[in-house]
């Protein structure tokens, strides 16, 4: 008759097999021993869990004492803090840079009206005036006061969105709205500043911008209302500090583009230069973008998508630059477009 050995059970702690307990929770056996030890070590789990549960009731208790103290709200108001910290940063430097433009504005005010009185002593000390005189100067002062009170370059901040941005376009412009401020060479300047117009006779005539150019990067859009067949003009940048004279395209230090290809460096002639060709036509909308910081200037024709590049040699056109436009045909027009 084959005996019977039944698989021995041991404790999970000593390996023995004297006085077994079999445990109903973790169904693990133990001697004598160490069923007790078994026993000590749940309880010990037991207090644990009961301190536990005693310090979440407590902080139950203050939270709803000062509801302040539960985490999401606690994390609103950090939010709270960080964004208002922005706001008053943004603010801050859109309010500097506002401060900035608008003392720069002023100067060219203060400037442009000093003018208007030498032209005033001048003609009064030579009785040398007559209505038409009137007529332009009381235009050139209502024209101040308009701009004394505007800041055609820039929108104010907005709160669309909850967002509080900085003021646009200052670095972008950092002068009053340009116009057309000098001609010579039988042009005129029409529109309160905004057209330049050659007279009836073909010869060399140039117009420059008012603004003055140091920093930053601004952006100049022109239709031409008026451009004579195969015709000639020249539409780039001068440094300031060099006379206006008529034969702009030769002056030395203008950058820019003309009729026929011609390309200008330093007031020379560089035919085709950068695979230019010349596609103005009229109507059609120039863009010319000055950048001063990489000292480049860009033209843009937006009806031939048409795109050219020069950089600017500072040692031979310094600062400040002002914009050059050369006409010569009869009664071609230029308008500068203010959007």
């Known amino acids: 008759m084959a005996s019977s050995n039944p698989q021995k059970v041991l404790c999970v702690t000593c390996n ?4 077994l307990f079999t445990c109903r929770g973790c169904q693990q056996n133990f001697c004598t021993s160490h069923v007790a030890e078994h026993r000590q070590e749940l309880g010990k789990q037991m207090d644990e869990i009961t301190v536990e549960h005693d310090r979440f009731r407590q902080i139950l208790i203050e ?30 430097d ?9 003392i720069a504005s002023r100067k060219i005010l203060s400037e442009n009206l000093t003018k208007i009185g030498n032209e005033l002593n001048k003609a009064r000390e030579e009785d040398n005036y007559f209505e038409t005189d009137f007529v ?11 701009e004394a009170n505007e800041l055609p370059n820039v929108r104010l901040p907005c709160f669309d969105n909850n967002i509080l941005p900085v003021i646009s376009n200052v670095r972008e412009n950092t002068s009053l709205k340009e116009i057309f ?40 859009r022109f239709r031409i209302e008026r451009y004579f067949k195969s015709g000639w003009l020249q539409i780039g940048i001068v440094s300031k500090t060099i006379p206006l004279q008529a034969n702009s395209y030769q002056t030395p230090s203008l950058y820019g583009w003309g009729a026929s290809n011609q390309v200008y460096l330093d007031g020379r002639n560089h035919q085709g230069y950068n695979g230019y060709i010349t596609d103005i036509q009229t109507n059609d ?32 056109c310094p600062f400040p630059w ?7 045909y009869s009664l071609d027009r230029i308008r500068i477009l203010h959007t």
């Open 94 to 102: 859109a309010r500097q840079q506002l401060e900035e433009l608008i």
């Open 16 to 19: 023995k097999v004297t006085g």
């Open 285 to 316: 909308e120039i863009e010319l973008a000055v950048d001063c910081d990489t000292r480049t200037i860009i033209l843009t024709n937006e009806r031939t998508h048409s795109t050219y590049r020069l950089a600017v040699d500072l040692q031979r």
């Open 63 to 92: 939270q709803n004492t000062d509801l302040r103290m539960h985490p999401l709200l606690i994390e609103i108001t950090e939010w709270e803090q960080q964004s208002i910290e922005k706001i008053r940063q943004l603010a801050h």
């Open 181 to 220: 401020q000098q001609s010579t060479g039988e042009a005129a300047i029409e529109d309160n500043g905004e057209v330049a117009v050659k007279n009836t006779r073909v010869s060399h005539a140039a117009v420059r911008g008012r603004g003055e150019f140091n920093s930053g990067q601004h952006r100049f």
């Open 136 to 146: 332009e100067w009381i235009a050139k002062i209502d024209r101040l006061k308009k």
């Open 322 to 328: 002002q914009l050059s436009i050369g006409l010569y």
